[in-house]
């Protein structure tokens, strides 16, 4: 993480805003501040959820962090929700994803207003991925690259599109909504072969032994060729399936992102195999994410400044 964005004094300028961060397994809540060109947390918390939880039980885990931070009065909030979601409304579209089944259709903004203690209109929705693809491309670099994808690995695959700045979720070179995770591969879906459930089953197959991918990214480190053929069998995948995309979009840079990315020594090489097969474009700049855990938090604040400066400060 940048100085910026683990300082603890004010930044001349800056604007503040609330986020959540919702993951597959957390929420994180976070008060940002930012500029033009730098970004700081200046307040966080974290608590587990269960996404299998009730709807009600969700929300109030969506919450939780937030109600802890001392500056919960910051004038505008926005989510980094995981799709499918209507973003625009605030209502989840979830299904078929493993995840948040409970919030099919629930008003999602409407329940954390409320437990939050704000109108509605003081709370906005971004895409998870967006968020993190906007906080790699304005803060996690010393440029800004003009065409950049963004893929976040770990539950799932989430992905976006950015040129110069701007979220692509539709149009020529693009997978509709800016999506890669329901792409085919093989004949099915790529998370199907890039995930994290599908990476522990592939590498039981092959050893008859179950592992957590951070078990499975140290043993691959070691040498173990069990290890390394499944988390290679799984790069190449997205590779090869991201290939086409990155030379229709003309991309620039690619930025790798999500829990798996910190044993990024053992994923890319297979990685720059499956971009080769797939026909990326020559000259990308292929880099893990320089921010981490702090992109979602950076990008959606980032987001909401540009979408609405009059919600922060």
Not at 22 to 30: K, L
Not at 88 to 95: P, S
Not at 216 to 229: F, L, N, R
Not at 255 to 274: E, I, K, N, Q
Request: hydrophobic share 45%; with cysteine; proline share 5%.
């Amino acid at each position: 993480m940048s100085d910026d964005a683990q300082g603890t004094t004010g930044m001349p300028g800056a604007t503040l805003c609330g986020v959540v961060e919702v993951g597959g397994s957390h929420a994180t809540a976070a008060l940002v501040e930012t500029t033009l060109a730098s970004a700081r947390v200046a307040e966080s918390d974290t608590a587990t959820l269960d996404p299998a939880l009730p709807a009600d039980d969700l929300l109030d885990a969506f919450v939780a962090p937030a109600r802890r931070l001392d500056g919960i009065g910051a004038g505008g909030w926005v989510v980094a929700m995981p799709g499918p979601f209507d973003y625009e409304r605030g209502i989840g579209i979830f299904g078929a994803v493993a995840k948040f089944d409970s919030l099919r259709g629930v008003d999602v903004r409407a329940g954390m207003a409320q437990r939050l203690g704000i109108v509605p209109e003081r709370l906005s929705f971004v895409n998870d991925a967006a968020a993190y693809a906007l906080g790699e491309w304005a803060f996690g670099a010393d440029t800004r690259a003009g065409r950049q994808v963004c893929v976040t690995l770990g539950t799932g695959v989430g992905s976006a599109f950015l040129d110069r700045g701007r979220i692509v979720t539709h149009g020529d070179g693009v997978p509709p909504d800016g999506w890669v995770y329901p792409l085919q591969f093989a004949g099915r879906p790529l998370e199907d072969t890039i995930s994290t459930r599908a990476i522990v089953a592939d590498h039981a197959r092959r050893t008859g032994r179950s592992g957590s991918v951070k078990q499975i990214a140290a043993e691959a480190a070691d040498g173990e060729a069990d290890a390394v053929a499944a988390l290679d069998h799984a790069m190449r995948a997205l590779g090869i399936s991201l290939g086409p995309w990155l030379a229709s979009f003309r991309a620039d840079r690619l930025t790798v992102g999500g829990s798996m990315v910190r044993s990024w020594p053992v994923l890319v090489g297979a990685l720059l195999d499956g971009l080769v097969q797939g026909g990326a474009p020559d000259g990308l700049d292929v880099v893990p994410s320089a921010l981490l855990d702090a992109a979602p938090l950076l990008g959606a604040a980032h987001w909401l400044r540009a979408r609405d400066p009059g919600s922060s400060g």
